[in-house]
């Protein structure tokens, strides 16, 4: 196997630094911030719009892509890469998580996860095995293993036990080892997921043991989901330094622009997130100067674009005037042009993080936009 990531430059400040990650459909740079197209789209957004967006890889979910079209359309259809358009880099989540969370008759055993189908309640099974083939029948260039995520807040509104995290963690590792077992085309790379909800001692755990299979990049799962940021902190930098160091790092469903800067500073490389196109979808714009909802009665009459500092299509050519008024109306256009507006803003600040790492200042960057996110205009 060769090494398909490589760093570029360590930083100056923390643990933040810039790479290139090689696949067979292209490279990419990291810190990077993949568009989430659960089905196979980033909704509203062709592959043509994300080219001249800027992306640079995508992310699909296996679950949903396995119960609509179901991966053997996928497969017959070239893959991915074929079926979509979206001929460049794509990383496929696993599953597990939308399925834990989704479906409400959900059994977990050690041999992976057994549920109803919300689409037509026949028995589904779910395991680290399976979860691979389906994987290599989207054929996507990154692959993610089947974990066993309980969220940090249960769905009774309590934290879940010691008992109950350090059970799923276990199982997480032993999920891991078996995905390494099962046979995967080379083009294809292995994230293995470190778990431990909201302890300590089983993050790091976890870090450990996962960290010491021979993945081609690890990922951290279950967080995001309202923990303190102080401590998600704490667990990045502390993972940084136990998983190999020449590997990439993913904060998976993260986050906000102030959760990456945080986490890049942490050692993460690869972000997903669905808020800047279902942000976008709701009229919610993130700025140069904070966030703001287009729909407000007080732009009615507004001239000004999204953001004055901007260079995107929408912000080139719309006034929020026009596009509240696309909002009231409900014309789709105004869901689309946002999310294109958003898209542009994460490429751009990925764009500005690397830059900076790379020039040595990205400790004045990070203080500067950690200030300036926490605005709402
Ligand atoms: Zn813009």
């Not at 640079?56 to 609509?68: D, G, P």
């Not at 077992?181 to 001692?201: H, T, W």
């Not at 923990?227 to 136990?242: G, P, Y």
Request: one cysteine or more.
């Amino acid at each position: 196997m060769t090494d398909r990531f490589s760093i570029i430059k360590n930083g100056n400040y923390q643990h933040e630094r810039t790479g290139i990650f090689a696949t067979f459909h292209g490279n990419f740079p990291t810190p990077t911030f993949m568009p989430v197209a659960t089905y196979g789209v980033v909704r509203g957004v062709s592959a043509h719009d994300l080219r001249k967006l800027g992306a640079k890889v995508v992310l699909a979910n296996t679950y949903h892509l396995h119960e609509r079209p179901g991966e053997n359309v996928v497969r017959k259809l070239g893959g991915l890469h074929g079926f979509t358009g979206w001929r460049g880099p794509w990383l496929t989540d696993s599953g597990g998580f939308q399925v834990t969370s989704l479906s409400s008759k959900v059994t977990i055993t050690d041999n992976g996860v057994s549920f109803r189908s919300p689409l037509d309640g026949k028995l589904r099974d779910l395991t680290p095995e399976n979860a691979i083939r389906i994987q290599g029948a989207l054929n996507s260039d990154i692959a993610m293993v089947l974990d066993h995520c309980v969220p940090v807040t249960d769905r009774g509104g309590g934290k879940p036990s010691y008992s109950q995290v350090k059970d799923a963690t276990k199982r997480t590792y032993h999920w891991a080892k078996r995905s390494l077992r099962e046979a995967r085309d080379s083009s294809q790379s292995l994230f293995g997921i470190i778990q431990g909800g909201e302890y300590p001692v089983l993050r790091r755990k976890s870090a450990n043991d996962i960290g010491s299979l021979d993945f081609e990049g690890y990922a951290h799962g279950g967080l995001g989901l309202g923990e303190d940021l102080l401590f998600r902190d704490d667990v990045l930098e502390e993972a940084s330094q136990i998983v190999p160091h020449d590997k990439p790092r993913y904060l998976m469903g993260l986050g906000r622009p102030s959760d990456i800067i945080r986490a890049v500073a942490r050692g993460i490389d690869f972000f997903d997130c669905v808020l800047p196109t279902r942000h976008g979808r709701h009229g919610v714009v993130f700025t140069s100067e904070g966030s703001l909802n287009l729909k407000a009665a007080r732009l009615a009459e507004s001239n000004e674009p999204p953001d004055l500092n901007c260079s995107c299509h929408t912000c080139q050519n719309f006034s929020r005037s026009y596009l509240r008024h696309l909002f009231r109306i409900k014309d789709q256009l105004a869901g689309r042009l946002a999310t294109f507006h958003n898209l542009h803003h994460y490429f751009h600040l990925m764009a500005e993080i690397r830059k900076t790492i790379s020039q040595g200042n990205f400790r004045e960057f990070s203080n500067a936009k950690l200030a300036l996110y926490e605005r709402v205009l």
